[in-house]
């Protein structure tokens, strides 16, 4: 390696200097990237009848890669005030070139990463890709729809603007529910009695830094982890005794990834074209609260079964009950890696997989009266 003399180095990055010039061999002696080569090279993804859905948490990826960039940007004529939120994002709209659409990619990616993530999520989970050794895989990824979806809840309130005030007025009023502790959450997450501009600080606070910090972290640690067991065979494949075929992962399989990766921008890329975010009114706190609130479509089957349920339940109030239970079914949701065990040699039972088309069934049906029940509720 590197001589204290400084004559001609003759590290591991010397197959890389012949190919890729001094630079890149320079730097590999002294970072030792090379040892990744090896590894791509190692890596095999079986090719099967389900190999399609291995491609969606690419996609997911690339969202979150579009998102920082996008974010970052915004950042740049961003200002977090009640004063100064809403006409900052008016000037990007109308003055900045392209501002109108680096802010409807940003606005549509969330939603297109947030469905890719539950996209994912379930094909993962009828796949049952969750299995032994990728129990910690699979709760990062459920810890990643959760922090996905808190940044487009605090993102949601950013352009201060009338939907998105009474939104998330709704949504904080939620944990309120939960006797002693609630009132002091709810006041924890406004940074006071109502939405106001604290409220703002603290969401931006939230979707700029922490939310991203911690997704960062989640989807360094999930995708090592892909690299470091590989993709998993269904069990259906496997009862046949296994892939019939494998491609490699460098480059054969990348270059896929990369069509699908070309497939979300162009989806993104006309929707931010024909359907460009719009801003609506200025959020008046002393206005009353228009009719149809609705929450980003990401949460309407929980503000759904919240409406379905009577005030109260054998005594204790439904609200809570409501609450209450969907917090457990996330935990569960985290931990189904331990729930789902068949005992030594068992084939993989049937249960969960009908859990997850009821899940699946439940969330569309409730998803779909948010949107239609509620209009003329
Ligand atoms: C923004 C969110 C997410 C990103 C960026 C992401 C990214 C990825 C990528 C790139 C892969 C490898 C390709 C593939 O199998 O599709 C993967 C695999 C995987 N992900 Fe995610 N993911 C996300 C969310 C989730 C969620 C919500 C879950 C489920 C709770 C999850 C569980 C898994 C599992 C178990 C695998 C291994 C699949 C296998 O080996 O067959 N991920 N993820």
Same mark, same amino acid.
């Given at each position: 390696?590197?001589? !204290? ?12 200097? #012949? ?17 990744? @080569? !090896? $590894? ?12 399609? +859905?291995?491609? =969606? ?14 974010? =970052? ?5 961003? #200002? !977090? ?26 606005? +549509? ?44 809840? /605090? ?18 009023? =939620? ?85 699908? +990766? %070309?497939?979300? $921008? ?18 008046? *706190?002393?206005? *009353? ?16 079964? %919240? ?22 079914? @996330? ?10 065990? *068949? ?12 859990? /997850? ?5 439940? =969330?569309? $049906?409730? /998803? ?10």
């Amino acid at each position: 390696m590197a001589s !204290p003399g400084g004559g001609k180095r003759k590290g591991k990055g010397a197959g890389l200097r #012949r190919f890729y010039g001094p630079l890149l061999g320079w730097l590999d002696d002294r970072i030792g990237f090379s040892i990744l @080569g !090896p $590894l791509m090279k190692k890596k095999e993804v079986p090719i099967h009848k389900h190999s399609f +859905w291995y491609y =969606i948490g690419g996609m997911a990826l690339f969202l979150f890669i579009l998102q920082i960039c996008t974010g =970052i940007l915004l950042l740049f004529y961003y #200002r !977090p005030s009640a004063e100064g939120a809403y006409e900052s994002i008016q000037f990007l709209m109308a003055e900045v070139k392209f501002g109108w659409l680096i802010r409807s990619i940003h606005s +549509w990616g969330a939603n297109l990463m947030i469905f890719m993530a539950f996209v994912h999520l379930f094909s993962v989970m009828l796949l049952k890709a969750y299995r032994a050794p990728r129990e910690i895989t699979w709760m990062t990824g459920v810890g990643l729809l959760f922090v996905s979806m808190a940044l487009g809840f /605090t993102g949601y309130l950013l352009p201060w603007n009338e939907l998105a005030f009474f939104a998330t007025r709704v949504g904080t009023e =939620i944990p309120g529910v939960f006797p002693v502790v609630g009132p002091f959450i709810r006041e924890l997450g406004r940074g006071g009695a109502d939405i106001s501009g604290a409220t703002l600080t603290r969401f931006y606070a939230l979707h700029v830094s922490v939310l991203p910090a911690l997704a960062f972290m989640l989807v360094a640690l999930h995708v090592l982890l892909v690299q470091r067991h590989g993709m998993s065979v269904p069990p259906d494949i496997e009862a046949q005794g296994g892939p019939k075929r494998t491609i490699k992962f460098f480059p054969q399989f990348l270059l896929r990834d990369l069509v699908g +990766w %070309l497939a979300a $921008l162009a989806l993104l890329a006309a929707a931010a074209a024909f359907l460009p975010a719009h801003l609506g009114v200025k959020a008046d *706190p002393f206005a *009353p609260a228009p009719a149809g609130i609705k929450p980003e479509w990401y949460f309407m089957f929980m503000f759904q079964t %919240l409406k379905y349920l009577p005030a109260h339940i054998a005594g204790i109030e439904g609200e809570l009950l409501g609450v209450s239970a969907f917090g457990v079914l @996330g935990m569960v949701l985290l931990f189904v890696p331990f729930l789902d065990r *068949p005992k030594p040699g068992a084939k993989p039972g049937k249960l969960w997989t009908y859990l /997850t088309y009821g899940a699946l069934a439940y =969330i569309l $049906l409730l /998803t779909y009266l948010g949107y239609t029940a509620s209009a003329t509720a």
